[in-house]
């Protein structure tokens, strides 16, 4: 599975962006996916997952209320609207996937994952 990241971009505090992730190779219907990002200097975390089916999803505290991350398995897309962005949310954010075969569920930590992409860079300035 290739997964490319896009949308990245400055923006000021407050504003919205929506990345989306786009996979090709195998049929991304039957992955579950998600979304990270890693600030300068720190380590990659976690930000929102959502599971094949796009029935389970799961936030990371920071976020929640604020992203929302939705999936299209005809179009082979996952997307992560943001909104009311902070600095602290500053960071390069990558998509990822990986085959839970059966499980419909969300994947939360990064080892879990199989396929990455290449990263988008999000500028929030105050």
């Known amino acids: 599975v290739q997964l490319q990241a896009s949308g990245g971009g400055w923006v000021q505090a407050g504003s919205s962006l929506r990345l989306s992730c786009a996979a090709s190779?195998?049929?991304?219907?039957?992955?579950?996916a998600g979304w990270f990002r890693q600030a300068p200097g720190k380590e990659r975390e976690f930000v929102a997952a959502?599971?094949?089916?796009?029935?389970?999803?799961h936030y990371a505290d920071s976020v929640k209320d604020r992203f929302t991350v939705s999936r299209d398995n005809v179009k082979n897309t996952v997307d992560l609207q943001m909104h009311s962005l902070r600095p602290e949310d500053t960071a390069v954010y990558y998509c990822?996937?990986?085959?839970?075969?059966?499980?419909?569920?969300?994947?939360?930590?990064?080892?879990?994952?199989?396929?990455w992409g290449q990263g988008t860079l999000v500028t929030v300035s105050s």
């Open positions: 990822a996937a990986t085959d839970q075969g059966r499980l419909d569920t969300v994947v939360v930590y990064a080892g879990g994952y199989d396929y």
């Open positions: 190779g195998r049929t991304f219907g039957r992955l579950a």
């Open positions: 959502i599971s094949w089916s796009g029935g389970m999803t």
